[in-house]
């Protein structure tokens, strides 16, 4: 099966980033911009989501609920409607609460899937047809390491990024006569607010979101199905699932305490995140309530 490698230029593309407010979000939307394209950042937290859009050459802003099909077609029309057809979706919108799988509600985990999950597959689904109409087009999902190394006290949360980097390995192959290529970028630990409170380091690499946002500008070039940050880690850690044996794995494991985001979470460094989250996950509680109540 060969991939098209039509590339979108980024000087004069037109581009989407979820979740552009804060974090590996904003510094994409950034990088883009000082490269000449006109970036529309689409959040949940629009009044946060403007202030960093007004800091930007050629950016836009406007709220975007990612788990809202309708939502997105409200935005994408009105991306469509002031700057044209969208050449490139980033989507970066994601949610992280940490802690024991037996102890998370029902909340928190719809909260989960339908951000970092159904959030990734609507948003293909906004763009990608009139992408393939057009005969180019490009989207990246950004997904995490977390998507193929599994780590106590992220059940859900590994579930959800094993989805989007399943999700996106599929659409890849799905469009790959049409022009449209779909590439995943997986993150390490990344320094934003959502490691906030978390021990980082200690045998896991952490970057900076500005390393996350030069390897998606990256993908326009390279058109990979799936780059690691560092590039490193996802090749390495195939070879470890490979050729290691359990119980040396689970040993190692044991020495760098993979179990911190059980054990070792400071609720306080964490605490304003997670009144965004609670905020967040009851909002969305009341909108799926309201889609079963007669």
């Known amino acids: 099966m060969r991939f098209s490698r039509r590339r979108v230029a980024v000087d004069g593309a037109v581009v989407i980033v979820t979740g552009g407010a804060r974090g590996i979000g904003a510094r994409t939307a950034e990088l883009f911009s000082t490269r000449g394209a006109t970036v529309w950042i689409g959040d949940v937290d629009a009044d946060v989501a403007a202030a960093t859009a007004a800091a930007m050459p050629r950016c836009r802003s406007a709220r975007l609920d990612v788990t809202q099909r309708a939502s997105w077609d409200r935005f994408v029309a009105e991306v469509v409607a002031e700057s044209g057809p969208v050449d490139v979706l980033v989507n970066n919108a994601g949610v992280m609460p940490l802690g024991a799988f037996d102890t998370e509600s029902e909340a928190t985990t719809d909260l989960i899937l339908d951000v970092n999950v159904r959030g990734v597959l609507n948003g293909m689904r906004a763009v990608v047809p009139s992408m393939v109409s057009r005969g180019r087009g490009h989207v990246v999902n950004v997904a995490s390491m977390a998507g193929m190394i599994p780590i106590p006290g992220m059940v859900t949360y590994n579930a959800s990024k094993f989805a989007a980097l399943g999700a996106s390995l599929a659409a890849r192959r799905e469009y790959a006569d049409s022009g449209v290529t779909v ?105 799926l309530d309201s889609k079963v109540t007669p």
């Open 183 to 287: 590439s995943a970028v997986l993150p390490s630990a990344v320094r934003t607010e959502l490691a906030s409170g978390v021990p980082l380091g200690g045998g896991l690499p952490t970057v900076d979101p500005d390393d996350v946002a030069r390897a998606i500008l990256k993908t326009l070039r390279t058109r990979s199905a799936r780059t690691s940050v560092p590039g490193w880690v996802a090749p390495g850690w195939a070879l470890v699932d490979a050729l290691v044996p359990e119980a040396l794995e689970r040993a190692v494991r044991g020495r760098i305490n993979d179990r911190r985001a059980l054990t070792a979470l400071d609720p306080q460094g964490r605490s304003a995140y997670l009144e965004r989250l609670e905020r967040q996950s009851k909002d969305h509680a009341a909108q």
